[in-house]
């Protein structure tokens, strides 16, 4: 079965720096991953994803991915945090069939 | 309407109950699921409908039926439920193969269900 780790269920950066959250997975496949953002009160929605080709990935809102094989990683990065970003953020992973796993979730906070 | 919407959006309701959570997408979809978000937990995957057939149920207590009555509706029946069954419940549409695909899910906003 697939796992999905995040480290760090919270993490606070001030406004304007760079915003990095931890995702690993465990897989003898690469995986189709992917990463989903929730704000309150809402359901998840699309950053972005990986599947094949480039394995760095940009996604909506100034973020973006890197998928590194060797060390089985897609990190979130955003260069500079705005206070819109504080939400939770969600990495998950896909193999073949339609069934995701997603991790258990980071909390991001935005400090003015 | 656009998008996967849920109602209600809020649900109190108490262990004798009998209530039912739909969720409707309007992308033509062919697959949709529903989720269980805890605090502190996973995403936890309920049931998988895939061109309205019932391909996954992750040993999902019966007091929680499922309903697909076509593609675009899916339905969540609750009976007699337990306090910890309170939780965010989150429905999904996804357009998948026969392979599967790397298509994305689609989230509806959830129902905050409360079981007192």
């Known amino acids: 079965a697939q796992s999905v780790t995040q480290l760090g269920s919270h993490v606070s950066v001030s406004e304007g720096a760079l915003v990095l959250l931890r995702c690993n997975y465990s897989s003898s496949v690469p995986p189709y991953l992917f990463w989903y953002v929730q704000y309150p009160n809402q359901g998840l929605q699309l950053l972005l994803k990986y599947t094949t080709g480039a394995t760095l990935v940009k996604g909506i809102n100034g973020f973006e991915a890197e998928f590194k094989k060797s060390e089985t990683s897609f990190h979130l990065t955003k260069p500079s945090a705005h206070m819109s970003d504080a939400a939770e953020y969600f990495c998950a992973v896909k193999q073949a069939g339609n069934q995701f796993y997603f991790g258990t979730g980071t909390s991001l906070t935005v400090i003015p | 309407e656009t998008g996967v919407t849920q109602t209600p959006r809020h649900l109190v309701m108490g262990m004798t109950n009998k209530k039912s959570l739909k969720c409707e997408q309007h992308?033509?979809?062919?697959?949709m699921y529903w989720y269980k978000q805890s605090a502190k937990k996973p995403l936890e995957l309920m049931f998988v409908y895939n061109f309205k057939e019932q391909t996954e149920n992750n040993s999902v207590p019966s007091r929680f039926s499922p309903e697909c009555p076509n593609s675009s509706h899916l339905f969540l029946h609750l009976h007699t439920l337990q306090p910890e069954d309170s939780a965010l419940y989150l429905c999904?549409?996804?357009?998948?193969?026969?392979?599967?695909?790397?298509?994305?899910?689609?989230f509806g906003p959830g129902t905050r269900l409360t079981v007192l």
């Open positions: 992308l033509g979809h062919n697959a």
């Open positions: 999904a549409s996804s357009q998948e193969l026969s392979w599967g695909s790397y298509n994305e899910q689609f």
